[in-house]
């Protein structure tokens, strides 16, 4: 077996296509579009070694057409859980033994796959399953995607290069990283294909052995990833694919004595009950379970009154309204002065009634549909009262149709008090809820924007005076997780701001950071004597 101290390939971010007119990618991604929509394919289950199909399917429909099927995938039970744990149980020894930097090649690869031959597919694939633009398709289900593998990789080999910095004389010190003692439930969001492949891989690379749940409006681009995966040479049981219900698969992984730990993107009731289970069954477990979980957020942009009129709203249309808010980082309310809100307004209908919406294939639509009808009847559910409520007004937008596809129109709903609903809840789609204050109660603001939510994801101060932004960025330390300056409160790019938060937005162990991959281990401390003593008696208690 071959030794060394191995260097891993630098990483840098994947560059972003712009699929303009005339471009080798538009025309490429187009004839990956079509591709996919001329056929219908049948998705199965990955475990073990095996590609498990089962008589009762499920449709697979693009949000925004929802009449036209892709495909139909097999849905699982609680039989095919307990046959995922086992395969991945039965994979764990050699896959934890294989030497890190065997590891490394294979993600390494994947993302090579992911950035070339795959890359129209796997865009194609978001754009049909999950009604993506061509640019929210890219940035997602390309780029970063390459990027978590890429500069996971060298997260983990860094991680593998702390060591303790001494060692006395007649002694070495050292400190290996272990896989966890038994298998990592991954369970995934709709939102980005990159979140659903970066949950399994991130733990797996770190030599673990992982279930993985996706969500069920995400498995057409989940089952490309785990072609891609496969061809990567990851391993038969390594990383295992299920379609089940929730509680199906909680029943099954929350008792079982070798759930070692949860990688978890989703709602923060979901992890919240997740977390109470695993706590009422702590006695079953070999050993105490990681739990790390992104939950959501009620995302803010704080305007002051010397911000630039433009770049609040840039900030505020881009950050509400791209992948129709469906992002946890979305911007879903915005504090602004009552100085400034008049030629806001103006602004924001001026670029809000320029959009163009419809499905995903017509690359001029920058507003496609809602994940599916669940979320539309909750999301138009808002806007309804709003309309009638005497504390709120729908100023744009307000209009919706699911007759073709689930399509909401952008709003902007004016609340009239500070603790209205929407400034508060978090509804996940193209909502945006704007409270205008008083220029002389900034500070006053400040603790509103503070106190008003349960979460702290992201958010954004946009002011030009210096001391606005020191006094809201100290302030608001605790409000957010990913805090951006004259800038939307969206867009975390891998390997430049890890992305994470606290309070009810989740456990702030920042994906795509070295923080995140140290949750995946658990180190052992080594020390060797070379010449230990052979006496147990001290020199002290030696006779004068």
């Known amino acids: 077996m071959l030794k060394g ?15 303009a007119p005339g471009t080798k990618e538009r025309s490429l991604l187009k004839e990956a579009i079509a591709a996919a929509r001329a056929i219908e394919i049948d998705v199965p289950m990955y475990i073990g070694s095996e590609e498990v199909h089962t008589a009762k399917k499920a449709k697979l429909t693009p949000p925004h057409d929802h009449k036209h099927v892709l495909g139909y995938y097999s849905q699982g039970s609680k039989e095919h859980v307990k046959q995922a744990i086992d395969a991945a149980l039965a994979a764990k020894a050699d896959w934890e033994n294989l030497p890190w930097e065997q590891r490394a090649a294979i993600f ?27 640019y929210q398709a890219e940035i997602d289900s390309a780029c970063e995607i390459a990027d978590f593998l890429r500069f996971n ?20 010190n050292r400190v290996e990283q272990r896989p966890l003692e038994g298998f990592v439930f991954a369970l995934t969001p709709f939102n980005f294909t990159a979140i659903a492949g970066n949950l399994p891989t991130s733990a797996a ?27 990567a040479g990851v391993p038969d049981g390594v990383i295992n694919l299920v379609y089940v219900s929730g509680p199906e698969a909680g029943d099954v992984i929350f008792k079982h004595p ?10 923060t009731g979901v992890f919240q009950d997740i977390w109470k289970t695993i706590g009422e069954n702590i006695h079953v477990y070999k050993t105490y379970p990681r739990i790390v979980g992104e939950t959501g957020g009620k995302d803010f942009i704080l305007a002051h ?13 881009r950050g509400a309204f791209e992948f129709q808010g469906q992002k946890c980082s979305a911007a879903s309310r915005a504090y602004v002065p009552k100085s400034l809100w008049g030629e806001l307004k103006k602004s ?15 690359f001029s639509n920058f507003i496609n549909a809602v994940i599916d009808e669940k979320s539309f009847d909750k999301i138009t559910k808002y806007i309804d009262r709003a309309k009638e409520s005497k504390d709120a007004e729908v100023v744009i937008g307000g209009e919706y149709d699911k007759s073709k596809g689930y399509f909401i129109n952008p709003t902007v709903i004016l609340a009239k008090t500070g603790d209205y609903e929407t400034l508060s809840e978090e509804l996940f789609g193209p909502v945006l809820t704007i409270y205008v204050y008083d220029d002389k109660k900034w500070k006053e603001t400040l603790k509103l924007v503070d106190e008003t939510s349960i979460y702290a994801l992201t958010g954004s101060i946009i002011a030009q005076d210096r001391y ?12 957010a997780g990913n805090f951006y300056i004259n800038d939307k409160c969206t867009g975390a790019v891998v390997g430049q701001q890890p992305f994470g938060g606290a309070r009810g937005s989740g456990t702030n162990d920042k994906a795509g950071s070295m923080i995140n991959l140290l949750r995946w281990v658990s180190p052992r401390t080594i020390k060797e004597t070379f010449n230990p003593d052979t006496d147990y008696r001290y020199p002290f208690l030696s006779e004068e």
Do not use: C
Not at 206 to 218: A, I, R
Not at 258 to 267: C, K, P, R, V
Not at 349 to 362: A, H, L, N, V
């Open 468 to 479: 606005a932004v020191e006094e809201a960025t100290h302030y608001l330390r605790n409000a």
């Open 108 to 134: 390494l690869k994947a993302a090579e796959l992911i950035s070339s031959k795959y890359r129209y597919k796997l865009n194609a694939a978001t754009m049909l399953g999950q009604s993506k633009n061509a």
């Open 348 to 362: 924001m209908e001026r670029d809000i009634k320029s959009f163009k919406i419809g499905g995903t294939e017509d």
């Open 153 to 172: 990789v060298k997260y983990m080999s860094e991680i593998y290069q702390q060591q303790p910095p001494i060692s006395p004389k007649n002694v070495w």
């Open 258 to 267: 070798d759930f070692a730990g949860i990688h978890f993107t989703g709602s």
């Open 205 to 231: 690379m770190m030599g673990n052995v992982v279930v993985w749940k996706p969500s069920n409006t995400q498995i057409y681009s989940a089952n490309v990833l785990m072609q891609i995966f496969k061809e």
């Open 305 to 317: 009154p010397s911000a630039d009129l433009q770049v609040l709203n840039t900030a505020l249309v």
């Open 5 to 19: 101290f191995f260097n891993v390939p630098t990483p840098t971010n994947e560059p972003v296509y712009s699929y």
